[in-house]
């Protein structure tokens, strides 16, 4: 711990590595659009972290699909056996499917094809966007600031959607001419999801239904959005389109591409390859739930496989505690018997972390567990 928050300062320092990527950035569009028959080295992952592509291997198992329909009755009352599987789900799993969830199909349809457009645009379009890694904001390449290491086989977009004061329209896309409407509209939908479910998680751990809510800072949540475009791959069985990781945030939202499957949970320590319904929100746990119900939810590591037949674009909705109130598990859940788990941090101070690393596995929330 001690260690870690000296290495959060020393990178916090203005004109510090923060401010630059460590080396020239690649876009991987580019290098795609170059019919590479092999896979340049900074791509190729070492063999232990390689995807298992055997016939075998357990392809399009489904994750639980969870249908809300009569969850969010008028009258308050709740179905029973929804809220059940959505506790076993977030217990067993940390992912979980909803369909019937309130977003409109046509909405989520729109939002995945403005920005495949924005992607399809040529790289010099996109350059203006360009992000650096002290707030990601805009168009990336990588994740993570350490000179020399591996890359994922990805381009992506970050932007900030809550609290209203980080909402800057200039730093999202303004091509298609329709994209920021639709963002605007989807994430308003989309954060509606996000609160009904955090009302189910509280309930189900026996709490009122607005305490997950209260211990994120209420309405002065954040939201941001990251979406991944995957190229196809010359050789993905040797590359990750994004390395195995965690979420850090609170929940995510997840619109996967409709056509082309490559999310891949892990449960068991096999990775399962999730296969999208159509329609559907693959749901999961991040790291900060996981911290508030004191793991009884779990912030489940998951992964991205490329290929080289298709490309791939998903969007990565992610619901956020206010950054700068500290988060630990809530009161209510622990005792002598089931002390905490984790002490309290900051958003804030736990992303720092993450962006400087870049996705590790789950190393971040478990480097966090509290001195014994
Ligand atoms: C993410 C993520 C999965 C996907 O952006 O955090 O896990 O399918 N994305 O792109
Ligand atoms: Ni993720």
Redesign the pocket.
Known sequence: MNKNKKDVKIKTEKGSMMDEWPEPIVRVQSLAERNLSTLPERYIKPASQRPTMTDDAPVATNIPIIDLEGLFSEDGSSDDVIMAKISEACREWGFFQVVNHGVRPELMDAARENWREFFHLPVNAKETYSNSPRTYEGYGSRLGVEKGAILDWSDYYYLHHLPPHLKDFNKWPSSPPTIREVIDEYGQEVVQLCERIMRVLSSNLGLKEDKFQEAFGGKNIGSCL?V?YYPKCPRPELALG?SS?S?PGGM?I?L?DDQVF??QVRKDNTWITVKPHPHAFIVNIGDQIQILSNSTYKSVE?R?IVNSERERV?L?FFYNPKSDIPIQPLQELVSTHNPPLYPPMTFDQYRLFIRTQGPRGKSHVESHVSPR
Do not use: F, M
């Open positions: 990251r991944n994004l990781h979420d995510t997840l996967p490559g999310l998951h991205v998903s990565a």
